[in-house]
């Protein structure tokens, strides 16, 4: 059984205004660091791991901000990947890119080296916008990157775009929405603006400097996103994302299907053995685990048969095509009637889950308030 | 090797609420050599983890020291340290049926206070010795000359040879066991006499069964005695007698004048009832010793499990919390709301806090709490009376002849640039001026009549607020009245709440109604259908507020299939949802049903 690896590139050139994920300052003595460690990291599982858990079916570089690497860098990182996994033939390998932070060569290098699916982190297309939450591109640039991306020959590229931002009209997100399909992008992911702890953007908002987007308003313009992009031969398949037919991201399914993959560098996560763990976070720290020899993990859990169960649902529902019921039943040998029959039922009672298909899947009411849904089978 | 009685002197420590008393038995224990200042915790005798926490006393406990006096003799010394809260007055009356003497401790920074006085009189109704002292003149702001004037002049106490002390830096406190000896009686009574023991208090413990906590009054009790309880004449087999000192241990014999406690394999709480009087079965006294009134709960409310399931551990828990506070009683009650649970009643607020504290932290129970009510008097059309301690069960309106509620008698104590302030207060919570007196130059001590309703919703907290903390209130029984009193409905989806029902003078009813619908609104959580919320007298709706549906929760991004995350969320939320009662489709959080007290008028 073949899984799928996630790299995380911990550093970004400015930090975005809403931004909690785990990225540093770009510092090149960092960098060589970094890209040292996570060499022998791979080394580490590559010498644990047996056969069938090195086979590698998606690869997904993410940040951070890939491309804020040299592209040889990243070129290494893959070639290393190579050495000590087995890549299988046809593998989705992606990275994200920050639009200004790639041109026409760096892309070509990193098409030429492997990479066949890129990531965008568009987030706006209004400068203003951009501005406001801290981005360091133009929607301009954005737009010269996909031409480029194309050029470099990338034929499954994604979008990223956030809504819901402080101050944006709904008028602002469908000329949004319309400007990303004009780019014709393979993949769409809009993603609803999450205020997390102590980021600059939120602290704005609690202070009153900044009005939050009014949640019907934001309501509204995921509707929107889920009607126009569907009208454009975007199919909705995921709560935060839409691809045009067998553009789906292969590497997030293997999130939302429950199934194994490995995380390598800082703050990178796994599932593999039934187990979930995370890894440390600051690189000095994961520099010197890993140099002892050490998995360089911060937590670790083992899941119980429960718990997976409950993660199958749960995760499987994002999806809009649901869990699929057959598929549950051969993964735990019980049906998911029996291990969840009292939530789905009074669930189906409120209007939230419905059956189709063979799958178990929200209904459109639920779209919204999928966590109401989800803590249920927790 | 017994003390003769004539060196015994059993003495309690009685004060205003924070006045030292703890802290003054802490140095007592230090001074005698009961404990070495290693051993010293503040506040040694308030054990629980409740009184550490909130630095108050709330049960009664009795240690024996040794005191070497000045006339070289040693001296026995059982002392009881009492909590100054009003509502555990009744503490302080059974540790004075125990005692010759009492310590009247009085903050120097304070002055009198109302429960100083009513602990006083306590006192003074049990012909007992008093011996003021005047505590913390170590602080800056100690008055002790006007205190002791006060004392003079509103109590009528020689305050002559007042000790002066700190029980923070230990002054005074030689002082103190000097006067405890010389001034205290010793006990009287015959040790060849049949046995008779005050039972004044009594615990629960897994193994020993109940501890009685006893005075002799006359006679010995030894182990291997058979003993019988005048009331209920059930008959025992002394395991262990013993004393505190302060940690438990055991003695030979409790001999007359004595105090200290009892184990005799007694299983059931009900056999061994505070107040009752220990005998021996072979020469039984003649007639037991005056017991104790029975005290009445003056505030009931409703205790019901969030989770049905709990339903019968909640009934364990009260019964074990029983075995050691005989003023909690409960009976079981349905609400259509929130199904099976105990009406319960309570010595007042605090205590109401305090056994719905120690249910969910000792037992671990999650817990309902309804408003507090208490107790009404209807006369119905057909000259029935009934008692009415949960708003729920008022009969309509057509079949009531009146309503009577319980009014008090409250004492406030103020300096008197608060007096037009309190008076304001009290008018406002439909009190009645009874009386107001002069307590040296400064002081005022006012009496009013006032519904206990309007006590227990938020009179306390206004007084103080309203006089920057100066007032002090003190508060008993005092009769019912007649009142226009109506009862307030909530309505949840359409669907009356039993369980938010309240009683209300039909002035307040428009301003209560409202403002418990926008406190509810407040309160509950948008959930994912409008909820409107109405409140109604009879069939009129007097208030109406709307909790909004909630339209979106949901989180958009996997963090690079970081699923703990996720799901350390959703455990989270999960956990939020059981500490909320379903009621039909709304769920409410705990809080909403004391909404009512926490309304702003
Ligand atoms: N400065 C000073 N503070 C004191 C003195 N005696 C007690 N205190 C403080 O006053 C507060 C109340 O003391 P306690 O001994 O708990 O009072 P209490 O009378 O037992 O209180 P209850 O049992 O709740 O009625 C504590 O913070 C003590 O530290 C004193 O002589 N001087
Ligand atoms: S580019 Fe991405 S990872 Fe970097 S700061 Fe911005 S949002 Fe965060
Ligand atoms: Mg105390």
């Given at each position: 059984m073949s899984v799928g690896l996630y790299i995380h590139v911990?550093?970004?050139?400015r930090k975005c205004l809403y931004c909690d994920f785990t990225s540093y300052p770009r510092q090149e003595e960092q960098v060589q660091l970094y890209l040292q460690s996570l060499t022998a990291e791979m080394v580490l599982y590559g010498d644990r791991l047996d056969a069938r858990h090195k086979s590698i079916k998606t690869i997904f570089v993410g940040?951070?901000?890939?491309?804020?690497?040299r592209p040889e860098y990243l070129a290494g990182i893959l070639e290393q990947v190579g050495k000590v996994f087995s890549i299988e033939q046809g593998a989705e390998i992606t990275t994200e890119a920050n639009p200004?932070?790639?041109?026409l060569p760096a892309l070509k290098e990193l098409r030429a080296v492997g990479f066949n699916r890129l990531s965008l982190g568009?987030?706006?297309?209004?400068r203003e916008l951009l501005r406001l939450i801290g981005r360091i591109h133009t929607f301009s640039e954005a737009r010269q990157a996909v031409t480029e991306a194309r050029i470099a020959g990338f034929e499954n590229i994604n979008l990223d775009l956030i809504f819901?931002?402080?101050?944006?009209t709904a008028a602002q997100w469908r000329q949004s929405l319309h400007e990303i399909m004009a780019l014709q992008p393979e993949h769409i992911s809009c993603y609803g603006l999450q205020l997390e702890e102590n980021t600059p953007l939120t602290k704005a908002v609690e202070q009153g400097q900044l009005k939050p987007c009014p949640e019907e308003e934001e309501l509204a313009m995921y509707q929107m996103a889920r009607q126009l992009l569907g009208e454009n031969g975007?199919?909705?398949?995921e709560i935060s994302n839409f691809a045009q037919a067998?553009?789906?991201c292969r590497h997030n399914l293997l999130y939302w299907q429950n199934q194994a993959y490995l995380g390598l560098g800082p703050a990178a996560h796994s599932y593999l053995n039934q187990s979930r763990w995370g890894n440390v976070e600051g690189i000095e720290e994961y520099a010197s685990l890993v140099k002892q020899g050490?998995?360089?993990?911060?937590e670790k859990t083992t899941l119980t048969i429960k718990e997976q169960m409950e993660e199958t649902v749960f995760l499987g529902l994002?999806?809009?095509?649901?869990?699929?019921v057959e598929s549950f039943q051969q993964r735990f040998g019980k049906s998911l009637q029996e291990i969840f029959g009292k939530q789905v039922s009074s669930l189906t009672a409120k209007g939230l889950l419905e059956q189709s298909f063979g799958h178990l899947k929200l209904t459109e009411k639920a779209l919204p308030l999928a966590n109401q849904v989800f803590a249920e089978f927790v | 090797m017994a003390t003769p009685q004539h060196r015994i002197r059993n003495f309690c420590i009685i004060a205003h609420?924070?006045?030292?008393k703890s802290t003054l038995a802490d140095r007592i224990l230090e001074h005698t050599g009961a404990l070495s200042q290693r051993e010293m915790t503040e506040?040694?005798?308030?054990?629980?983890d409740l009184e550490r926490e909130r630095g108050i006393t709330i049960k009664l406990q009795a240690v024996r020291l040794f005191h070497k006096a000045a006339d070289g003799e040693e001296y026995q010394l059982n002392l009881i340290d009492t909590p100054g809260h009003v509502d555990f007055t009744y503490e302080v009356s059974r540790s004075l049926a125990a005692c010759?003497?009492?310590?009247?401790?009085?903050?120097s920074s304070q002055g009198i206070e109302a429960q100083t006085l009513a602990n006083v009189y306590l006192a003074l109704e049990n012909d007992l010795e008093i011996i003021p002292v005047i505590n913390k003149?170590?602080?800056?702001?100690?008055?002790p000359d006007r205190v002791k004037q006060e004392v003079e002049d509103v109590?009528?106490?020689?305050?002559?040879?007042a000790v002066l002390a700190s029980a923070k830096t230990g002054l005074g406190i030689n002082e103190i066991l000097e006067q405890v000896v010389t001034k205290i009686p010793p006990p009287k009574g015959e040790?060849?006499?049949?046995l008779q023991a005050l039972i004044f208090d009594s615990h629960f413990d897994a193994y020993r069964g109940v501890i009685a906590y006893i005075r002799v009054v006359q006679g010995t009790l030894k182990p291997g005695m058979r003993i019988r309880m005048?009331?209920?004449q059930k008959e025992f087999e002394v395991t262990e007698v013993g004393v505190f000192n302060p940690r438990m241990t055991f003695i030979d014999e409790l001999n007359t004048g004595e105090v200290g406690f009892v184990t005799a394999s007694?299983?059931?709480?009900?056999?061994?009832?505070?107040g009752d009087t220990i005998t021996t079965a072979q020469n039984p006294a003649l007639a037991p010793l005056p017991g104790y009134r029975q005290v009445t709960p003056m505030v009931f409310c409703g205790l019901y499990p969030?989770?049905?399931?709990?339903y019968e551990d909640l009934r364990d828990s009260l019964d074990k919390l029983k075995l050691n506070d005989a003023s909690l009683i409960y009976e079981p009650e349905t609400s259509d709301a929130l199904g099976f649970g105990f009406r319960c009643g309570f010595l007042g607020l605090l205590h109401m806090e305090i056994i719905q504290e120690r249910l969910e932290r000792e037992y671990g129970i999650n817990l309902i709490t309804t408003a507090p009510s208490v107790v009404y008097r209807v006369t119905t059309t057909k000259g029935e009376t009934l008692e009415i301690d949960?708003?729920?069960?008022?009969?309509p309106v057509n079949n009531i002849e009146k309503i009577e509620e319980p009014f008090v008698k409250a004492t406030v104590m103020v300096p008197k640039d608060f007096v037009g302030t309190v008076m304001e207060l009290c008018q406002g919570k439909r009190g009645i001026y009874s009386n107001m007196e002069y307590m040296g130059v400064n002081r005022v001590m006012l009496t009013y009549d006032i519904p206990l309703s309007e006590i227990i919703y938020d009179f306390f907290d206004q007084l103080k607020s309203r006089t920057k903390g100066y007032a002090s209130l003190d508060y008993e029984m005092n009769g019912y009245r007649e009142s226009d009193l109506v009862k307030l409905d909530i309505l949840l989806n359409g669907e009356v709440?039993?369980?938010?029902s309240c009683i209300v003078h039909r002035e307040r009813a428009y301003t209560r109604g409202r403002g418990l619908c926008e406190k509810l609104r407040s309160l509950i959580p948008r959930q994912m259908f409008e909820i409107p919320i109405q409140a109604t007298i009879g069939n009129k709706i007097i208030a109406r507020e709307t909790v909004k549906a909630m339209r979106k929760d949901v989180l958009a991004k996997c963090y690079g299939g970081d699923i703990s995350r996720k799901r350390k969320l959703l455990e989270k939320q999960k956990e939020g949802k059981k500490r909320m009662k379903q009621v039909g489709n709304v769920e409410i959080p705990q809080e909403a049903f004391m909404a009512v007290l926490s309304i702003e008028e």
């Open positions: 911990p550093f970004c050139l940040g951070g901000t890939p491309t804020c690497l200004g932070t790639v041109n568009v987030q706006s297309t209004h819901g931002l402080p101050t944006q975007y199919q909705h398949y067998g553009y789906q050490q998995r360089p993990v911060a994002r999806m809009l095509e649901g869990v699929n | 609420i924070d006045h030292g506040q040694f005798l308030d054990k629980m010759e003497g009492a310590l009247l401790v009085v903050d003149i170590d602080l800056p702001s100690a008055e109590i009528g106490l020689d305050t002559s040879e040790a060849t006499a049949p005048m009331a209920t007694m299983k059931n709480v009900q056999d061994v009832r505070v969030v989770d049905t399931v709990d949960n708003p729920s069960n008022l009969p709440l039993d369980a938010l």
